[in-house]
């Protein structure tokens, strides 16, 4: 584990409608799911307020490439919002690539036995989870923090 920050993470899986919210022990062994937010003007505050409750060091947003890794209306729409909960939060805000995680929550939840209409409450948080442990597990592996910085500037 050298290089490894210790610190609080969250996790965040932007989606349209919903923001799934996912935090991390302070070393980095578990992601565990935390809340999942309305995709409203209120989001941003929520998940800033709920990184000041769990003491976290770091927010870590999902960032929705294409498996060419090439840019999508997703990706746009999470470059927006991490870079307006970097401009409203002090702490660092970072974009990682979160390819797949929705479609591996999904499989997860699918294998316990939920069903896509009985899991939509949910996925959002199982996603967010999905990315924050690949990210963990990046730096982890590296020594380098995962993904790339958001500047702490107005959108």
């Known amino acids: 584990m050298s290089g490894f920050r210790r610190g609080v993470r969250l996790g965040i899986d932007v989606g349209r409608a919903r923001v799934g919210v996912a935090r991390c022990d302070p ?46 209306a997703s990706t746009t ?45 949910i996925v959002d948080q199982v996603a967010a989870v999905v990315l924050l442990q690949h990210a963990l597990d990046v730096e982890k592996s590296t020594g380098r923090p995962p993904g790339t910085p958001v500047p702490q500037e107005s959108p």
């Open 27 to 72: 070393d980095g062994l578990l992601a565990t799911p935390i809340e999942t937010v309305p995709r409203d003007d209120a989001a941003v505050a929520r998940i800033t307020a709920l990184a000041e409750e769990y003491s976290a060091t770091e927010i870590w947003v999902g960032l929705p490439t294409n498996l060419r890794g090439e840019d999508t």
């Open 77 to 121: 729409d999470a470059r927006g919002f991490a870079a307006e909960l970097a401009a409203r939060s002090a702490l660092p805000v970072r974009l990682v690539d979160e390819r797949l995680s929705t479609v591996s929550a999904h499989a997860v939840l699918r294998n316990a036995g939920k069903g896509q209409r009985s899991s939509r409450s």
